[in-house]
């Protein structure tokens, strides 16, 4: 059973910093590549950043970058998002997320449709 669970969210006046967990069960995340993604009220769920198999491979939204770091802890089998310097247009749900296939490349990691699994996410809202 794949079990993605995220925690961390809260809420942060703007220029603060959270950092998101990710707890995996059932497969070992350093096999598989590992997303997050936000939805904004009203909006679609967009991407935010991602971690391929691959050590050192990470990806970033323009809007985010230089803001937020993933990483992840094999021994914990655990993914994160580091947010620093939060601004309110940051607020929404955050969700973890999951590829099925293990050790890709060439896959597009910015798209939603390359997910299989998700989490049920957790809200972070920034206040001005």
């Known amino acids: 059973q794949v079990q993605l669970v995220e925690s961390g969210g809260g809420l942060v006046q703007a220029g603060g910093s959270l950092r998101l967990s990710c707890a995996a069960s059932?497969?070992?995340?350093?096999?598989?590549?590992m997303g997050w993604f936000r939805q904004a009220p009203g909006q679609e769920r967009e991407f935010v950043a991602a971690?391929?198999?691959?050590?050192?491979?990470?990806y970033y939204a323009d809007s985010v970058k230089g803001r937020f770091t993933i990483s992840r802890d094999n021994a914990k089998n655990t993914v994160y998002l580091q947010m620093i310097n939060l601004k309110p247009e940051d607020t929404a749900v955050y969700y973890c997320a999951q590829d099925r296939r293990a050790y890709t490349s060439g896959t597009i990691l910015t798209s939603r449709s390359t997910y299989d699994y998700w989490g049920q996410g957790t809200q972070v809202t920034v206040s001005s």
């Open positions: 971690m391929s198999w691959s050590v050192g491979n990470t």
């Open positions: 059932g497969r070992t995340v350093s096999r598989y590549a």
